[in-house]
């Protein structure tokens, strides 16, 4: 399938270019996508998991997030978003050696501290559990380590256009996300790619609307961003407040929060140069709220502060057109605030591809030291 690639200046950044190559490599990746579907449907029924879990830190936490209560309502199994960086750090929360459980693993390098530690958990203590293995990176722990139980295994490597090597993770995110929907959802490998290949075309219209309205209105960055979204789209917000307040070293505070959550606290953030980008639901139930509440802070504050992001026909200020539900259209409501980090980065005279050049954050999470856990520490009581 050929999806038009945008322009990009000659001085753009590697991560402008990871962000707008996002719809090319979605449209490469749908038949082979679909074909990883195919091959994980049947090899999920005949592990008939109880439980499935999507584990990931940072960013590839929040496609868990993102994914997760789609996926149970779709599949009727139990699923449950746990950042590695609790599993890690917590494992007698998590453990379970008495229900059958698939462990998602997701991973941009597939080498950061905690993805190692997961995996040294899951042979020491849940060497049972299968593992699908999602990975931006052949060339990892993530890819190329085995279990050493009884627990079947997959792996998926990403095509190589995904592996973003900017600081920020962009098409490595959104196309994790495709991925584990595609594996997990139960839909024909044929609607995937249809799907899949939908997406990437709208996707560049939408990257084309982004950029125009981003230089008309939102060049300037404000000391503040909020980012909201209801259902799936918490996680998609969240996931936008991190790209910002990453690739703007922290220059600009960012929140993040449902719509019904915001109300409950930390709705104090807002002031006089704050910016509020709403993500309105494209289910008509869950779009009420959403839309409740932008009426609210437009009251409050008017409306030269807040973008509006969602489907036609509710006077969004970018529009998109989505493909099926919240969950497989998150893709598309993540590229605003991807390129957003991007100008507000270069405008703060930051390094978009290096923001931290000291050292004091880096692309691939090292050097945690992993303490490991010998089941015999259990201090919880009744």
């Not at 627990?151 to 994790?176: E, I, R, Y």
């Not at 584990?180 to 290949?197: G, N, Q, T």
């Not at 960055?221 to 990453?246: D, M, N, Q, Y």
Request: net charge negative; charged share 20%; proline share 4%.
């Amino acid at each position: 399938m050929n999806v038009h690639k945008l322009d990009l200046p000659a001085s753009a950044s590697m991560t402008e270019e990871e962000i707008k190559s996002q719809p090319a490599v979605w449209g490469e990746y749908a038949a082979e996508l679909a074909r990883h579907s195919a091959d994980i449907h049947e090899w999920i029924r005949q592990r008939a998991p109880q439980e499935i879990w999507l584990c990931g830190a940072g960013t590839s936490a929040y496609i868990g997030e993102t994914a997760c209560a789609y996926l149970e309502a779709r599949t009727g199994i139990r699923h449950r978003a746990i950042a590695t960086t609790n599993l890690v750090s917590s494992p007698q929360d998590f453990i379970v050696t008495d229900r059958r459980v698939l462990v998602v693993s997701f991973g941009r390098s597939g080498n950061s501290s905690e993805t190692t530690g997961v995996l040294d958990i899951l042979d020491r203590h849940m060497p049972a559990a299968d593992r699908l293995n999602i990975t931006c990176n052949g060339d990892s722990e993530l890819a190329r380590r085995k279990g050493p139980g009884e627990g079947g295994q997959k792996t998926v490597v990403l095509p190589a256009g995904a592996h973003d090597q900017g600081f920020a993770m962009t098409a490595s995110f959104t196309t994790m996300l495709l991925t584990v929907l595609a594996c997990l959802d139960k839909a024909s490998p044929a609607l995937i790619r249809a799907s899949v290949r939908a997406l990437a075309q709208k996707a560049a219209e939408t990257l084309a609307a982004v950029e125009a309205f981003v230089a008309r209105r939102l060049s300037s960055p404000p000391e503040r961003a909020v980012f909201l979204g209801s259902g799936a789209l918490t996680g998609i917000a969240r996931e936008s407040g991190l790209k910002v307040l990453e690739l703007t070293r922290g220059r600009i505070a960012t929140a993040w929060e449902s719509a019904l959550g915001f109300r409950h606290g930390p709705k104090a953030i807002l002031n006089d140069r704050t910016l509020v980008v709403a993500n309105v639901s494209i289910h008509p139930h869950t779009r009420r709220y959403d839309l409740d509440l932008i009426g609210e802070i437009r009251r409050q504050f008017g409306s030269s502060q807040l973008v509006v992001v969602g489907p036609a026909g509710i006077g969004a200020d970018i529009e998109l057109e989505p493909v099926g539900n919240d969950a497989w259209s998150a893709v598309l409501y993540v590229l605003l605030p991807q390129l957003l980090a991007v100008r507000w980065s270069e405008a703060l005279g930051i390094t978009v591809d290096n923001p931290f050049e000291g050292g004091e954050l880096n692309r691939v999470v090292s050097g945690v030291t992993l303490y490991p856990y010998d089941g015999d520490d259990d201090v919880r009581r009744h």
